[in-house]
């Protein structure tokens, strides 16, 4: 099983600043990541796919990087919204995904 | 309006059962491929099953033999039967579709969700 760690498990941010989450996976999975936000009582929403790649609908200030092992989720200035659980997603071999374990952004 | 909607959860006592339903709307549920995924309470997401559009099941290994998957796309609907449930297995379940066009994707729909507690 390929392991998903996530950092930090929590980040401090002030509205309008820029917000780096990080995920590693624990062997490669070339592009085969996602981001999802889940806001309290809500479902996870889909953000980012294929490691950098907007889903419909979300805001531009949302970017991802990274392939193989190291991602990264940026959000350029943190609008009230934004302050959530964001989860990283490897989907490598269809269907043994896993997620990993939330980074939750608050405000500062 | 693209949508999920699970339904079914609930209490059980450990050992029981309970059947999971997932109503998909607004797009031609027969070309995608499916899954449930389940929350437990303060904690990550697990992937707990899957189908294919060919109706071929998944399981991983927490609830293999105890689970079973299924699809109805002439209703729209996706199943997840669970026996033997364990206290282990309590958790908010998510059923979520995998986006179109490679054999593993993101998951680019989910529903609301359905709590299922299993509890004496």
């Known amino acids: 099983e390929i392991m998903m760690t996530q950092s930090p498990a929590t980040l401090s941010v002030s509205p309008g600043e820029r917000a780096t989450l990080s995920c590693r996976a624990s062997?490669?999975?070339?592009?085969?990541f996602a981001w999802y936000q889940q806001r309290p009582g809500q479902a996870p929403r889909l953000l980012i796919y294929?490691?950098?790649t907007r889903a419909t609908g979300v805001p531009a200030r949302f970017s991802g990087s990274g392939s193989e092992t190291e991602f990264t989720l940026t959000i350029s200035s943190l609008q009230s919204e934004d302050f959530a659980v964001y989860y990283c997603?490897?989907?490598?071999?269809?269907?043994?995904?896993?997620f990993g374990q939330g980074t939750k952004l608050e405000i500062k | 309006e693209v949508q999920l909607v699970e339904s079914g959860g609930g209490l059980v006592q450990p050992g029981g059962s309970l059947r999971l339903s997932c109503a998909a709307s607004?797009?031609?549920?027969?070309?995608?491929?499916m899954l449930w995924v389940r929350q437990t309470r303060g904690k990550s997401l697990e992937w707990v099953s899957a189908i294919g559009t060919a109706g071929d099941p998944y399981y991983s290994g927490s609830v293999k033999g105890r689970f079973t998957i299924s699809r109805e796309n002439a209703k729209n609907s996706l199943y997840l039967q669970m026996n033997s449930l364990r206290a282990g297995d309590t958790a908010v379940y998510y059923c979520?579709?995998?986006?179109?066009?490679?054999?593993?994707?993101?998951?680019?729909?989910w529903g609301q969700g359905t709590m299922v507690t299993v509890s004496s």
């Open positions: 062997q490669s999975v070339a592009s085969n």
């Open positions: 294929d490691a950098s």
């Open positions: 997603q490897q989907y490598n071999n269809w269907p043994l995904y896993t």
């Open positions: 607004g797009f031609t549920f027969s070309r995608y491929d």
């Open positions: 979520a579709r995998q986006k179109g066009g490679n054999s593993a994707n993101a998951l680019d729909i």
